[in-house]
């Protein structure tokens, strides 16, 4: 055998070379792809919707996996600003992925791409509270997942959305165990801010189940992995859920001097409604710690500010934090009024059948003085899931008061 | 250790990253007894799907061996099943 045979290294450095000046001139393209993108955005968007599907599928030229992946992006970008939106954008990414060239992009890497749009659409029908056309579209993704070989992150973020769809369904632990299956994958990835955004996510589902004192060790240890630059948003949201957690466990103390720390980054990072949430926390806290008055003048003013905004379900969970502060004050009559108040009012908002026949039993053990903090918090612990999944049922009665 | 990220990679990006792998592609498809123009073949696939996915992936030299390594099992599986003459 010849030298040049034995070292593996030297025997492939040809074939390497001629492997990098392939994809070297297949680089051009892609940048190509890139840079129009966003024109055939613009023309798709400014197309009538009708008359979308027809163009996409005549016109060669939004055939683009970049394309594809920009739409993505931007409803992504959209999630939580303009739910219904979001859906469009993942929608029309799932029709252009539908008729990506197999023979010029591979039939792996298309398959992939359709599997991650469908993704993308069904957590975008989460958000936009349709979990039964989310759970089909996290159908469709898997199945185009398995065909594509698998792809171990596009894997890993199918097993995210579908924990997302089981928390905002009340399958607390089925969305853990789903995690618990990602999160290791974007470890062996070393994609250090997925493992901790995937572990801030586990503690959410954790807490929301009712282990509030595992859901603060998980997001602290996601807040110790993930990019605070990269997802400001992401940031905002974990040191809420932080805080919040550490009120329920009855750490409320500890609970305020992480809020004071966090405001900061509330004022800089936060949205208005982030600012409503903060003096909602606040308002807990002040509650917790017995302060009454402090906490009664916080929660008046971030109910109003959610009904200023249209968020139903919100208010109505602050007006139940209020009412609990009535109840062991016993100002029978402010809580007579709260409880009248309430059911008008979201009425008119996005609060649906089912969540106001909760608010009705609300109003109705008001009337009768027979309100409890357990039906406040049942009430209110149902709305909270209630919002993302109208085919939630109430349940008037406590676990352990059923036969 | 990575490139930093970019949401468009360059020929330098994939000589940058070829060049720092090269001693274990090389062992790779040695031990599993590749040809050079399969490697070659291999390699530039496996290149042009992380271009495309480039600002998706975080660790790319190890994305970019475990391609290979997934993708040269996958083969071995798939040559053992194949009915043998005796």
């Keep these: 055998m010849s030298e040049r045979n034995s070292d593996p290294e030297k025997k492939y450095e040809p074939a390497l070379d001629a492997a990098l000046e392939r994809a070297g001139d297949r680089l051009e393209e892609i940048h190509r792809e890139i840079e129009s993108a966003a024109g055939l955005l613009e023309e798709l968007a400014a197309t009538p919707m009708s008359e979308r599907p027809e163009r996409i599928r005549t016109e060669v030229r939004f055939h683009a996996l970049k394309l594809c992946d920009l739409l993505l992006k931007r409803s992504r970008e959209s999630w939580f600003r303009d739910p219904a939106r979001a859906v469009e954008l993942a929608r029309m990414a799932v029709e252009i992925a539908d008729w990506l060239d197999a023979g010029y992009y591979g039939e792996s890497l298309v398959e992939d791409e359709r599997a991650i749009a469908w993704s993308h659409l069904g957590n975008a029908y989460r958000i936009a509270s349709d979990l039964r056309s989310a759970e089909e579209a996290l159908l469709r993704s898997q199945e185009h997942h398995k065909r594509a070989g698998e792809d171990a992150l596009t894997g890993a973020q199918i097993l995210s959305f579908l924990a997302s769809l089981r928390t905002s369904q009340g399958r607390f632990e089925e969305a853990e165990e789903l995690l618990d299956q990602a999160i290791p994958i974007y470890r062996e990835a070393r994609d250090r801010h997925l493992e901790g955004k995937a572990l801030i996510q586990k503690g959410i589902a954790s807490g929301l189940g009712g282990h509030p004192e595992r859901a603060i060790q998980l997001i602290q240890r996601g807040l110790s992995k993930i990019d605070n630059l990269e997802e400001p948003r992401l940031l905002v949201s974990a040191q809420h859920n932080l805080i919040g957690f550490l009120n329920e466990s009855g750490r409320s103390e500890q609970a305020l001097k992480v809020l004071e720390q966090t405001r900061s ?69 402010e809580l007579k009024r709260v409880a009248a108040e309430m ?34 918090e049942r009430i209110s612990d149902y709305l909270q899931l209630a919002r993302r999944n109208p085919e939630l049922r109430f349940r008037a009665e406590a676990k352990d008061e059923r036969g | 250790m990575d490139m930093p990220s970019s949401g468009k990679p360059t020929r330098a990006d994939l000589r940058w990253l070829v060049d720092r792998l090269k001693p274990k592609i090389a062992r790779l498809f040695e031990r599993h007894g590749v040809s050079g123009k399969e490697s070659e073949m291999r390699v530039a696939a496996a290149l042009i799907r992380l271009s495309y996915q480039w600002d998706r992936v975080r660790d790319r030299e190890k994305w970019l061996l475990t391609e290979l390594q997934d993708a040269l099992s996958l083969r071995q599986e798939e040559t053992s099943k194949e009915p043998r003459d005796e």
Excluded: N
Excluded at chain 1, 271 to 288: P, V, Y
Excluded at chain 1, 289 to 318: P, S, W
């Design chain 1, 343 to 376: 059911v008008p009012v979201f009425e008119s908002r996005d609060v649906h059948q089912e969540a106001l026949a909760a608010l009705l039993l609300f109003r109705q053990a008001a009337d009768a003085e027979e309100v409890t903090l357990g039906l406040l």
């Design chain 1, 265 to 333: 980054l509330y004022l800089t990072l936060g949205e208005q409604t982030h600012l409503i949430r903060l003096r909602w926390l606040e308002g807990r806290i002040a509650r917790d710690l017995g302060r009454l008055d402090q906490a009664e003048t916080a929660l008046r003013e971030a109910r109003d500010g959610f009904i200023e905004r249209g968020i139903g379900f919100d208010a109505a969970r602050v007006s139940l934090d209020l009412a609990t502060i009535y109840l062991r004050q016993g100002r029978t009559a």
